[in-house]
């Protein structure tokens, strides 16, 4: 079992910045992928990044592409979303996921495993 926390979300105008944090207690964190999704009031679950165990591999939605950064800081043992020029479509509940097993489709939900309960981020026009 691994329990996830997310921490960093808040309230921001349009064009604003905010950075995510993901940790886990009694694990690490590099041994597993890690992905970020959000959901929309309303709206289903939808992926936004995600990151290998060694770093190396990182995948974004199109959505997000030159805006977000995902990074994982072995050390702090956290992975973190870097979120610039946010918009009022990124508002949403942000969930750090973690998968036990080789990672096939990075964008679809049921390849994770374990869950955080989220982090609230609204952004304002």
């Known amino acids: 079992q691994v329990q996830l926390v997310e921490s960093g979300g808040g309230y921001v105008q349009t064009g604003g910045s905010l950075r995510l944090a993901c940790t886990a207690s009694g694990r690490t964190l590099s041994d597993y992928p890690i992905a970020w999704f959000r959901r929309a009031s309303g709206k289903k679950r939808e992926f936004v990044s995600a990151i290998s165990k060694t770093g190396i591999t990182t995948v974004y939605a199109d959505s997000v592409k030159g805006r977000f950064a995902i990074i994982r800081d072995s050390a702090a043992n956290t992975v973190f979303l870097q979120m610039n020029d946010l918009r009022p479509d990124d508002t949403g509940v942000y969930s750090c996921?973690?998968?036990?097993?080789?990672?096939?489709?990075?964008?679809?939900?049921?390849?994770?495993?374990?869950w955080g309960q989220g982090t609230q981020v609204t952004v304002s026009s």
């Open positions: 996921a973690a998968s036990g097993l080789h990672i096939h489709e990075w964008v679809s939900e049921y390849e994770y495993d374990w």
